[in-house]
């Protein structure tokens, strides 16, 4: 039974920082590759969630990554015969990590080829007067769950009930959707412990409602 459609895909190359709509993903238990590879990290940070993000500063959420690789970071290589050679489940090769690669552009316009430039972290360094350092690894790093999602409905009834507008990319999810059931806005609330299946591939278990933090 079809229950909903995707209204879009969204990643986030560096987390905390301004996400990117893409045309497609391949998504794993590790989530949507190439999101949340990079982070940024503070050495007076807790020890459990040592991250600099906008909860600390919030500019942060509007510096803008993107992948100089561009759409190589959209598909694994030789997904393809993966999926023909072996069983399901089987995750297949990713890009080398210099496919990684990030820019990243500030609020204020100016431009760095490569977050892992020193002269990104010592610039942000005097922004915020905190001692930071990129961390990267080619699976993703949130928070708690792999994969988040929101539906548009969910989204136009809580600008309605706090009386103001919100744009969808406040919730930072990597699935908007668009439900068939009109007649609940928070549709997705009743899906808890129920699995999606989207597009051919992949099927998304939704284990627990999204706690929402600052950001």
Known sequence: MRVGTIESIWRYPVKGMRGEEIPHTYTAFTGLMGDRVYGVVAADGSPGHPWHTGRDQEEFILYSPSYTSGEELLLPQNLDATYSEWAPGIDPIYPDTNAFKVSVKTPDGVTYDDIEDPTFI???EKITDRSLRVHVTQRGQFDARPVS????????????????????????????????????????????????KIG????????????????
């Open 149 to 196: 999602l929101i539906s548009l409905s969910a989204v136009t009834k809580i600008n309605e009930e706090i009386g103001m507008y919100i744009d969808k990319r406040r919730f930072r999810a990597n699935f908007y959707v668009e439900w068939a059931n009109q007649d609940n806005p928070f549709f997705e609330l009743t899906l808890v412990g129920k699995t999606l």
């Open 200 to 215: 051919d591939n992949l099927e998304l278990t939704i284990v627990e409602r999204d706690p929402r933090c600052k950001v």
């Open 122 to 124: 010592k610039d942000l």
